[in-house]
């Protein structure tokens, strides 16, 4: 059974960051691209940004978000992260970890199999 589990959301001033994690687990994810989406309330889930589990990581980023947030992974604990700078009130939402058999530039949810339960993150201003 696959699960996605994601952690470290919180509430956290503008300008302040916040690292969040998804702890992967139920199967082998080396063809996939493992993505984080947000969903803030009253407004569809966005992408926010894409990596390969596959060694070289080639990563895709929402543009509202290049430059602040880092996508990376480590294979060996089956782990997602997602470092955040430069949080702005705009930032906040519940964050969702995914992964799906689709291009990492892929930039939509659908194609994406499975997800987690979400973690929230609050920035205040």
């Known amino acids: 059974q696959v699960q996605l589990v994601e952690s470290g959301g919180g509430l956290v001033q503008a300008g302040g960051s916040l690292r969040l994690s998804c702890a992967a687990s139920?199967?082998?994810?080396?063809?996939?691209?493992m993505g984080w989406f947000r969903q803030a309330p009253g407004k569809e889930r966005e992408f926010v940004a894409a990596?390969?589990?596959?060694?070289?990581?080639?990563?895709s980023y929402a543009d509202s978000v290049k430059g602040r947030f880092t996508i990376s992974r480590v294979t060996g604990e089956n782990t997602l992260y997602l470092q955040m700078y430069s949080l702005k009130p705009e930032d906040t939402a519940v964050y969702y970890c995914?992964?799906?058999?689709?291009?990492?530039?892929?930039?939509?949810?659908?194609?994406?199999?499975?997800w987690g339960q979400g973690t929230q993150v609050t920035v205040s201003s």
């Open positions: 139920g199967r082998t994810f080396s063809n996939y691209a």
């Open positions: 995914a992964a799906g058999r689709v291009p990492v530039t892929t930039g939509h949810a659908t194609g994406y199999d499975y």
């Open positions: 990596i390969s589990w596959r060694i070289g990581g080639m990563t």
